[in-house]
C-alpha cells in the first residue's frame, strides 16, 4: 500500500477488493531515506458493517448442503468462502453430478485448487474437466477470501485480491449436480470422484452457495442442512496461541539461554523460508567440548559437530526445505549419538554414531550470531543470517515464551518482528512472464527465462526478432530458417519460419499441410467438403499477425477441375470459396481483387468460355485450372478451403495453396512528423505490472516530449521526453513517488538524425537506452510494488496537453510489443503529416547553392556554412572587385605533411580528410568571375610540394585549367569562346579519383581521364591565390606568363572542397581569419540579379486578402444569348477595320526619325569606336564623351 510521498497532501488508497479486520497493525516496508529517514503516521479507515458466520472445523466434521429439489441446474454462479489455517492440505467444496459435472475446491500444498466441470463426453471423448491453481503459502493462520463466479464457460476465480480467469473445457454451458454440496470435508466413502486431500482444518467464515448462507442455516439447523452423525459444530474460530517471529535484518538473532552441562540435548522448532542457506541454531557445548550448529543449504538442513582437536563432522538432512512451507527440526544428542527428525517423519530419523562428549551450554543462539561478542562462549558461523519465520521453539522440552522475550525479561534478540510471521511469496502470482520460473530469496525473486524466447528481469523481452525485415535490416544477408516474434513482448509465441534475403527486401515464408493439394470428390453445396489449413510451427494466431504488421502479403491458390464448378459466375451462388482472416468467407479467386467475384482469367480476359468469369465454370469434361496469387492482405492468410461441387458422375477436384508470403514490416516504417504544437490520442495504455516501449525519433529541437500516459490527478503517470539536447529522461510515478531514469549521451540526440530508443518499467527496475548506447538502469528495492492503473488518454507528441511539444519525426512506436498506428492519426490540419515530411522537403523557398536545409519542423533554416554564399536561404552571392594588381591569399595549410598524417592518409583515403590538408583525392571547386581584362590566373592552390591547381584566363579570352598531380602537369581547354565579354560566367570542376569533370556555363560537362601511370592524388595543399599568384618558390612558366597585370574585374562564389576564401574575408566568424590581401579589393556582388524567391501560397501569406469571385448569371434565355453574341461579333469587326485604317493610312510615303551624331567631335572627325572608350575608361566612359559636346 503506498503512502504519502510529502507530509502536508492526503493519499487516499481505495482497494479493490475489500478486506475484513478487528484490529490493523502498520508494518512499513520502506520508506524515503533522503531527508533523515522519518516515518509519520496518520491514518483513518472508512468501511461498513460486517458480518461474521464462522464454522471450526476439526479435519473430522463435515456440512452437506441439500439443493432445493435434489438438483443443481445453473447457468451462473456464484460461490464465496473465507478460511484459515495452519494445514497445508484440505478440501473446502466439493459436489458432483451423475453425468460428469464436478465442482471441487481444496488447499494442495498450501496453494487454493478449483477443479470445475461442466460434462463429459464419452462418444466424442471430450473431457470437461478444467483446474485452476491460486495463491501460495495459504497455510498462514490468516484470512484469506474466495469467491468463484461464473458464466457459463467463463470462470473466475479469486483468491484475495488475485484473480484467475479460464474457459471451461467441453461445450457445454450449465452445470448439473445432484442432491448436495459438501462443506469441509466428504464423510460418505462411496462418492465417485472422493478427493484426496483430508478434510479441512481450520476455521471457515461467510460460506456462499449463491446467495445462501450454509453456515448461518447450519445454526438454525435448517432441515437443507445435513450433518453426519449429528455432530456437534462450534460456530467460533479459536486462535492458535503459537506466536511466530520474523527474522528480517541483515544483522537479526534471537538468544535464549538453556539448562547448563545435561548430559542430553533437546532442540525442536519449526522454520519456513525461501532463502537457500542461513544459521538455524547455534549453540556451544560448556567445558570447551565443541559446538553444534544447524544450518540450511541449498534446501537442506546442514548438521556440523566442531569438536576441540578433531575434524568436524557434518551431514544433512531434508529435502527442498525453502519452499516457504513450515518444516519442523528435532534434534536430539548425547555421548555418541546424535539423531534429527524433519517434519516429524518418526520413522525415518537420521542417527549418527560417532564418539563424542555432550554437555549442554547455557545458551542458543537462533538466525544469526550477534554482530559484536565479547562474551567467553560466543558464537561463531560462516552462514548468512537466516530470513524467514520461526515458531514453537523448545529448549530441553521447554517451550520459548514469545511474550517475555518481547518484554526483554529473557533472551535476546535484535531485528526481528514477534508475533508476526512477514513472508511474502513473491512468486505468487508469477511475476515471471512468458512461463518463466521463478525462483525467489527473502527479499528478491530471479526470474528463469531459458528456453523461453524471452529475457529480461521478467522473461519480458522477445530474443527474438518481429520479421524477416527486421532481420535483414540488422545485416542479416542469408537465406535460411529463422525465428520470429511479430507481436515481440506480447502474449504470442515465436515461431520458425523460412526467410528469403534480397538486397532491397526480405520474404518471410510459412508452409503449411496443404502445400501438396487436396484431391476432392462426392461434395455438394449443403454438403461440401471443409479443408482446414493448419500452418507449422505457429498458431493462427501467430500468421495473423505476421500478415497484419507485414507491408505486403500473397498466397498462391490454384483449382484444377474436371466437371466441377467453383464460383457458379456470372450469377449463380458459388460453389466454392475461401476463408481467411477474421473466419470470413471470399467469394473471389487467386488473380482477381476483392468483392468481384471472378477469377484471375476474367481480370486478363483469358477465361476458356467468355460466358463466365472462370475456366471451371464452363462445366467441361476436360481438366481446367483456376490459379493466382491472393494478394489482398488484410483477407489472409487463407484458414480453411471449401469445396461444394464434385458429386456428379466424372466430377473431381484438386487445390493446392500455397505458403503465406510476406515482405515489410509496417510497424518499422510506420512514420508522421509533427510540425506543429500538437498531440495524438491512443486509447488508454494498460500494461499491467510491466511495460517496454520502443520507437525511432529524429528532430532539431532541444527538447520535447514524446508520450506520457497517466491517471486524472498525475499520481499514476509514465513520460519519455527529451530534456536536454543530450539528456533523454523516462520519468514515471508508479506507486512510489516520482522517480527518472536519465540517459545522457554523449553526443546531442537533436541532430537531426535517427535514434532509436527503448525504454523498460517493471517490479525489479526502469531503464532506458538509445542507439547503441549502455542501459541507464535504475533498480528498484525488493519491497516495490508496480501500479499502472492510468485513466487518460495515451498521448503522443505532448504531455499534459500541450506542455513542451514535440516537433519532429516518430516512426515504429510499440508498446509492450503492439504497434500503434501513427499514419492512421495524421492529420494536416493539426501539424501532423504522413511519413517523415517537415518543412524541408516542400520549401516555399528551397536553400539555395548546395547549402543544407536544417529542418526545424514547425520552420526551416538553411545552413550556409559549407557553401560560399550567404544570407537567409544562402542565395546571396559573395563576391569582391579586384583593381589591377590586387591578390588574396588564404592558408589552407601553415606547414607541410608528416610522414605519419601522409601513411594514415594513404591507407584510409577520406574526403573529410582534406580538412588535415594532404592526399586528398577529391576536389570540388566553383566559381564565377566577370572582367574585359586578359590574361590572368584566376584561381590558383599552391602546395607544399611540386603540385598545383590553375584556372587560366588567356590573352584571346579562352579558358584552361592545369593540373599536377605528382611529376606531370595535365591541360585541360574549359572553353573556345572569348569569356572576357563583362558578363559573369561560371566555372564548376570536380575531381573523384582520376576522373575530371569540368563545365563552364550551361555548356556540357567535359569529362577527363587522368591515366594510371600517373598519381591521383593533391598532396598537402598549402594555399589559394585570386587575382595574382604571389607564391614564394618555383612557379611554372605558363602561369609566369599570364599572371601580370592580374584580374581586374570580379570574381564571387569561390569555393575549394570546404574553404571559402571572400565569404572568410567578409564574413568572418574566427578573430584571425587566414586571408591575405594585397591591393584594392572590395565586396561587391558582381553584377548578380536579385534572388527570385518562389511561389508563396495563399495560406501562407499573412498579406493575403481574400479573392472576390465576380458571380455570373447563367439563367439568361436562348434568345438574349444570341443577342449578346450577334452584337460582340459586330464590335470586334469594327474594332478590326478601324486598326486596318490607321495602320495604312500613309501607305506609300517615307519618314525618317534619326538622331544627329551626337558622339561626332567639332572639327568633324570621325567617332571613336565605342569598345576602344570602355577599355580606356572602363566603366563611367560613356558619361565622361556625353559631356565633351
Same mark, same amino acid.
Given at each position: 500500500m503506498p503512502g504519502n510521498w510529502n507530509y502536508h497532501q492526503v493519499k487516499r488508497n481505495v482497494f479493490h477488493y475489500a478486506f475484513t479486520a478487528k484490529h490493523i497493525r502498520l508494518l512499513p516496508l520502506g520508506w524515503n531515506t533522503e531527508n533523515g529517514g522519518k516515518i509519520g503516521v496518520r491514518l483513518e479507515v472508512f468501511g461498513c458493517a460486517y458480518d461474521s458466520y464462522v464454522m471450526q472445523m476439526n479435519g473430522d466434521d463435515s456440512v452437506a448442503f441439500m439443493f432445493p429439489g435434489k438438483r443443481f441446474r445453473t447457468l451462473q454462479d456464484h460461490f464465496a468462502v473465507n478460511f484459515k489455517t495452519l494445514e497445508q492440505d484440505g478440501l473446502l467444496l466439493h459436489s458432483e453430478g451423475v453425468q460428469g459435472d464436478i465442482l471441487t475446491l481444496e488447499l494442495r500444498k498450501g496453494r487454493l485448487v478449483l477443479t470445475i466441470g461442466l460434462g463429459s463426453s464419452t462418444v466424442n471423448q471430450v473431457d470437461g474437466r478444467t483446474t485452476m491453481t491460486v495463491g501460495n503459502i495459504l497455510d498462514d493462520q490468516h484470512w484469506h477470501y474466495v469467491t468463484i463466479k461464473r458464466y457459463g464457460r467463463q470462470v473466475n476465480f479469486t483468491v484475495d485480491a488475485h484473480t484467475e480467469t479460464a474457459i471451461s473445457k467441453g461445450d457445454f454451458t450449465y452445470i448439473d449436480l445432484d442432491t448436495q454440496m459438501y462443506v469441509g470435508g466428504v464423510i460418505e466413502p462411496n462418492v465417485p470422484h472422493l478427493p484426496e486431500v483430508p478434510n479441512f482444518r481450520g476455521c471457515l467464515e461467510n460460506v456462499f452457495i449463491n446467495g445462501i448462507n450454509v453456515i448461518n442455516m447450519a445454526q438454525d439447523q435448517e432441515p437443507e442442512i445435513r450433518i453426519p452423525r449429528q455432530k456437534k459444530m462450534h460456530y467460533a474460530c479459536r486462535d492458535i496461541l503459537w506466536k511466530p517471529m520474523t527474522f528480517a535484518g541483515p544483522n537479526n538473532y534471537l538468544q535464549v539461554p538453556g539448562f547448563f552441562r545435561k548430559p542430553r540435548m533437546f532442540v525442536k522448532f519449526k522454520f519456513r523460508s525461501w532463502d537457500y542457506t542461513g544459521l538455524l541454531m547455534f549453540t556451544r557445548f560448556a567445558d570447551d567440548l565443541g559446538a553444534l550448529e544447524l544450518g540450511l543449504s541449498e534446501g537442506q538442513v546442514n548438521v556440523t559437530l566442531f569438536q576441540p582437536g578433531k575434524k568436524k563432522l557434518q551431514f544433512a538432512a531434508g529435502y527442498r526445505l525453502n519452499d516457504g512451507f513450515w518444516h519442523t527440526v528435532d534434534v536430539a544428542a548425547r555421548d555418541n549419538l546424535l539423531s534429527i527428525t524433519i517434519d516429524e517423519e518418526e520413522g525415518s530419523p537420521l542417527k549418527i554414531t560417532n564418539p563424542f562428549t555432550v554437555r549442554t551450554g547455557d545458551r542458543y543462539f537462533f538466525g544469526g550470531c550477534p554482530k559484536t561478542n565479547n562474551t567467553i562462549r560466543k558464537c561463531e558461523t560462516k552462514l548468512n543470517h537466516f530470513h524467514g519465520c520461526m515458531q514453537q521453539i523448545f529448549i530441553d522440552n521447554e517451550p520459548v515464551d514469545i511474550d517475555i522475550i518481547l518484554q526483554r525479561r529473557w533472551g535476546r534478540y535484535a531485528e526481528l518482528l514477534l508475533g508476526t510471521c512477514g513472508i511474502t511469496d513473491r512468486c505468487t502470482p508469477n511475476p515471471c512472464e512468458h512461463e518463466g520460473r521463478c525462483i525467489q530469496s527473502w527479499d528478491d525473486f530471479i526470474c528463469l527465462c531459458e528456453n523461453t524466447g524471452y529475457k529480461g528481469e521478467v522473461c519480458h523481452m522477445s530474443v527474438y526478432k518481429e520479421s524477416c525485415e527486421a532481420y535483414r535490416l540488422t545485416g542479416k544477408s542469408w537465406s535460411g530458417n529463422y525465428t520470429i516474434d511479430p507481436d515481440l513482448s506480447g502474449p504470442l509465441k515465436p515461431f520458425e519460419v523460412y526467410c528469403t534475403m534480397k538486397s532491397d527486401k526480405a520474404w518471410t515464408i510459412v508452409m503449411h499441410d496443404r502445400i501438396n493439394g487436396i484431391k476432392v470428390t462426392g461434395s455438394t453445396v449443403d454438403r461440401p467438403y471443409i479443408g482446414d489449413v493448419n500452418y507449422w510451427n505457429a498458431s493462427w494466431d501467430d500468421v495473423t499477425a505476421l500478415?497484419?504488421?507485414?507491408?505486403?502479403?500473397?498466397? @498462391?491458390?490454384?483449382? &484444377?477441375?474436371? =466437371?466441377?464448378?467453383?464460383?457458379?459466375? *456470372?450469377?449463380? /451462388? !458459388?460453389? %466454392?470459396?475461401?476463408?481467411?482472416?477474421?473466419?470470413?468467407?471470399?467469394?473471389?479467386?487467386?488473380?482477381?481483387?476483392?468483392?468481384?467475384?471472378?477469377?484471375?482469367?476474367?481480370?486478363?480476359?483469358?477465361?476458356?468460355?467468355?460466358?463466365?468469369?472462370?475456366?471451371?465454370?464452363?462445366?467441361?469434361?476436360?481438366?481446367?485450372?483456376?490459379?493466382?496469387?491472393?494478394?489482398?492482405?488484410?483477407?489472409?492468410?487463407?484458414?480453411?478451403?471449401?469445396?461444394?461441387?464434385?458429386?456428379?458422375?466424372?466430377?473431381?477436384?484438386?487445390?493446392?495453396?500455397?505458403?503465406?508470403?510476406?515482405?515489410?514490416?509496417?510497424?518499422? @516504417?510506420?512514420?508522421? &512528423?509533427?510540425? =506543429?504544437?500538437?498531440?495524438?490520442?491512443? *486509447?488508454?495504455? /494498460? !500494461?499491467? %505490472?510491466?511495460?517496454?516501449?520502443?520507437?525511432?525519433?529524429?528532430?532539431?529541437?532541444?527538447?520535447?516530449?514524446?508520450?506520457?500516459?497517466?491517471?486524472?490527478?498525475?499520481?499514476?503517470?509514465?513520460?519519455?521526453?527529451?530534456?536536454?539536447?543530450?539528456?533523454?529522461?523516462?520519468?514515471?510515478?508508479?506507486?512510489?513517488?516520482?522517480?527518472?531514469?536519465?540517459?545522457?549521451?554523449?553526443?546531442?540526440?537533436?541532430?537531426?538524425?535517427?535514434?532509436?530508443?527503448?525504454?523498460?518499467?517493471?517490479?525489479?527496475?526502469?531503464?532506458?537506452?538509445?542507439?547503441?548506447?549502455?542501459?541507464?538502469?535504475?533498480?528498484?528495492?525488493?519491497?516495490?510494488?508496480?501500479?499502472?492503473?492510468?485513466?487518460?488518454?495515451?498521448?503522443?507528441?505532448?504531455?499534459?496537453?500541450?506542455?513542451?511539444?514535440?516537433?519532429?519525426?516518430?516512426?515504429?512506436?510499440?508498446?509492450?510489443?503492439?504497434?500503434?498506428?501513427?499514419?492512421?492519426?495524421?492529420?494536416?490540419?493539426?501539424?501532423?503529416?504522413?511519413?517523415?515530411?517537415?518543412?524541408?522537403?516542400?520549401?516555399?523557398?528551397?536553400?539555395?547553392?548546395?547549402?543544407?536545409?536544417?529542418?526545424?519542423?514547425?520552420?526551416?533554416?538553411?545552413?550556409?556554412?559549407?557553401?560560399?554564399?550567404?544570407?537567409?536561404?544562402?542565395?546571396?552571392?559573395?563576391?569582391?572587385?579586384?583593381?589591377?594588381?590586387?591578390?588574396?591569399?588564404?592558408?589552407?595549410?601553415?606547414?607541410?605533411?608528416?610522414?605519419?598524417?601522409?601513411?594514415?592518409?594513404?591507407?584510409?583515403?577520406?574526403?573529410?580528410?582534406?580538412?588535415?590538408?594532404?592526399?586528398?583525392?577529391?576536389?570540388?571547386?566553383?566559381?564565377?568571375?566577370?572582367?574585359?581584362?586578359?590574361?590572368?590566373?584566376?584561381?590558383?592552390?599552391?602546395?607544399?610540394?611540386?603540385?598545383?591547381?590553375?584556372?587560366?584566363?588567356?590573352?584571346?579570352?579562352?579558358?584552361?585549367?592545369?593540373?599536377?598531380?605528382?611529376?606531370?602537369?595535365?591541360?585541360?581547354?574549359?572553353?573556345?569562346?572569348?569569356?572576357?565579354?563583362?558578363?559573369?560566367?561560371?566555372?564548376?570542376?570536380?575531381?573523384?579519383?582520376?576522373?575530371?569533370?569540368?563545365?563552364?556555363?550551361?555548356?556540357?560537362?567535359?569529362?577527363?581521364?587522368?591515366?594510371?601511370?600517373?598519381?591521383?592524388?593533391?598532396?598537402?595543399?598549402?594555399?589559394?591565390?585570386?587575382?595574382?599568384?604571389?607564391?614564394?618558390?618555383?612557379?611554372?612558366?605558363?602561369?609566369?606568363?599570364?599572371?601580370?597585370?592580374?584580374?581586374?574585374?570580379?570574381?564571387?562564389?569561390?569555393?575549394?572542397?570546404?574553404?571559402?576564401?571572400?565569404?572568410?574575408?567578409?564574413?568572418?566568424?574566427?578573430?584571425?581569419?587566414?586571408?591575405?590581401?594585397?591591393?584594392?579589393?572590395?565586396?561587391?556582388?558582381?553584377?548578380?540579379?536579385?534572388?527570385?524567391?518562389?511561389?508563396?501560397?495563399?495560406?501562407?501569406?499573412?498579406?493575403?486578402?481574400?479573392?472576390?469571385?465576380?458571380?455570373?448569371?447563367?439563367?439568361?434565355?436562348?434568345?438574349?444569348?444570341?443577342?449578346?453574341?450577334?452584337?460582340?461579333?459586330?464590335?470586334?469587326?469594327?474594332?478590326?477595320?478601324?486598326?486596318?485604317?490607321?495602320?495604312?493610312?500613309?501607305?506609300?510615303?517615307?519618314?525618317?526619325?534619326?538622331?544627329?551624331?551626337?558622339?561626332?567631335?567639332?572639327?568633324?572627325?570621325?567617332?571613336?569606336?565605342?569598345?576602344?572608350?570602355?577599355?580606356?575608361?572602363?566603366?563611367?566612359?560613356?558619361?565622361?564623351?556625353?559631356?565633351?559636346?
Open positions: 500478415a497484419n504488421t507485414s507491408m505486403y502479403c500473397e498466397q @498462391w491458390i490454384d483449382y &484444377s477441375c474436371y =466437371k466441377s464448378r467453383i464460383l457458379n459466375t *456470372p450469377n449463380g /451462388r !458459388p460453389y %466454392s470459396f475461401w476463408i481467411g482472416r477474421n473466419n470470413e468467407s471470399h467469394e473471389y479467386w487467386g488473380g482477381a481483387f476483392p468483392e468481384s467475384g471472378k477469377c484471375g482469367c476474367a481480370i486478363n480476359q483469358t477465361c476458356t468460355d467468355a460466358r463466365f468469369h472462370c475456366n471451371c465454370d464452363a462445366d467441361y469434361r476436360q481438366w481446367y485450372s483456376d490459379k493466382g496469387y491472393l494478394m489482398w492482405k488484410d483477407h489472409l492468410p487463407v484458414r480453411k478451403v471449401v469445396v461444394g461441387d464434385t458429386n456428379r458422375t466424372g466430377s473431381k477436384a484438386h487445390i493446392s495453396l500455397g505458403p503465406l508470403r510476406c515482405h515489410g514490416d509496417r510497424s518499422i @516504417w510506420n512514420t508522421i &512528423s509533427f510540425t =506543429k504544437p500538437t498531440y495524438i490520442e491512443f *486509447p488508454t495504455f /494498460r !500494461p499491467g %505490472s510491466t511495460v517496454d516501449i520502443s520507437f525511432h525519433f529524429k528532430t532539431y529541437r532541444p527538447h520535447g516530449v514524446f508520450l506520457e500516459n497517466s491517471d486524472d490527478w498525475l499520481r499514476n503517470f509514465i513520460r519519455i521526453e527529451l530534456n536536454t539536447t543530450q539528456n533523454l529522461v523516462f520519468i514515471f510515478m508508479v506507486g512510489d513517488g516520482i522517480l527518472n531514469v536519465t540517459l545522457r549521451s554523449p553526443v546531442p540526440l537533436n541532430d537531426n538524425e535517427w535514434h532509436f530508443v527503448q525504454a523498460e518499467l517493471n517490479v525489479k527496475l526502469a531503464r532506458i537506452k538509445v542507439d547503441y548506447q549502455p542501459w541507464a538502469v535504475r533498480r528498484f528495492p525488493g519491497q516495490t510494488f508496480v501500479t499502472m492503473e492510468f485513466t487518460h488518454p495515451l498521448l503522443v507528441g505532448a504531455a499534459n496537453r500541450t506542455l513542451w511539444p514535440f516537433l519532429g519525426c516518430l516512426r515504429g512506436l510499440r508498446m509492450n510489443g503492439a504497434t500503434l498506428d501513427l499514419e492512421g492519426k495524421a492529420n494536416e490540419e493539426q501539424g501532423i503529416r504522413r511519413n517523415c515530411t517537415g518543412q524541408c522537403l516542400n520549401a516555399t523557398i528551397p536553400c539555395r547553392n548546395a547549402a543544407q536545409c536544417i529542418e526545424g519542423y514547425a520552420a526551416y533554416t538553411c545552413d550556409c556554412g559549407n557553401t560560399a554564399f550567404d544570407g537567409f536561404y544562402c542565395h546571396k552571392d559573395i563576391g569582391a572587385y579586384f583593381e589591377i594588381g590586387s591578390w588574396l591569399r588564404y592558408n589552407i595549410r601553415k606547414k607541410p605533411t608528416t610522414n605519419e598524417e601522409w601513411w594514415a592518409n594513404w591507407l584510409d583515403p577520406h574526403y573529410h580528410n582534406f580538412s588535415l590538408g594532404y592526399n586528398d583525392t577529391s576536389d570540388e571547386i566553383e566559381f564565377s568571375f566577370s572582367t574585359f581584362q586578359t590574361p590572368a590566373v584566376l584561381l590558383y592552390i599552391s602546395s607544399f610540394v611540386q603540385d598545383y591547381m590553375a584556372v587560366i584566363l588567356k590573352k584571346d579570352g579562352t579558358l584552361d585549367m592545369r593540373y599536377r598531380l605528382g611529376l606531370i602537369t595535365h591541360k585541360y581547354q574549359l572553353s573556345f569562346r572569348n569569356l572576357a565579354d563583362g558578363y559573369p560566367h561560371y566555372v564548376n570542376i570536380t575531381r573523384h579519383n582520376r576522373t575530371i569533370r569540368t563545365q563552364v556555363d550551361y555548356m556540357e560537362p567535359i569529362v577527363e581521364k587522368i591515366t594510371l601511370v600517373e598519381d591521383g592524388r593533391f598532396d598537402s595543399p598549402k594555399n589559394i591565390f585570386l587575382g595574382r599568384v604571389m607564391e614564394v618558390g618555383d612557379i611554372d612558366y605558363e602561369i609566369q606568363r599570364h599572371n601580370s597585370p592580374g584580374l581586374v574585374g570580379c570574381i564571387s562564389g569561390v569555393r575549394y572542397n570546404i574553404y571559402a576564401p571572400l565569404k572568410t574575408l567578409f564574413r568572418p566568424n574566427e578573430t584571425e581569419p587566414p586571408v591575405t590581401v594585397q591591393g584594392f579589393v572590395s565586396e561587391s556582388n558582381c553584377g548578380a540579379f536579385p534572388p527570385v524567391h518562389g511561389y508563396v501560397p495563399w495560406e501562407a501569406d499573412h498579406w493575403f486578402t481574400s479573392i472576390e469571385y465576380i458571380y455570373i448569371h447563367d439563367d439568361l434565355g436562348l434568345f438574349w444569348l444570341t443577342v449578346v453574341v450577334a452584337a460582340a461579333v459586330i464590335l470586334l469587326f469594327i474594332g478590326l477595320y478601324s486598326i486596318y485604317i490607321y495602320l495604312y493610312r500613309y501607305k506609300g510615303s517615307y519618314h525618317t526619325n534619326e538622331p544627329k551624331n551626337f558622339l561626332e567631335s567639332p572639327g568633324g572627325s570621325s567617332s571613336r569606336p565605342l569598345t576602344g572608350t570602355l577599355e580606356k575608361k572602363r566603366y563611367p566612359a560613356i558619361e565622361e564623351d556625353f559631356r565633351s559636346d
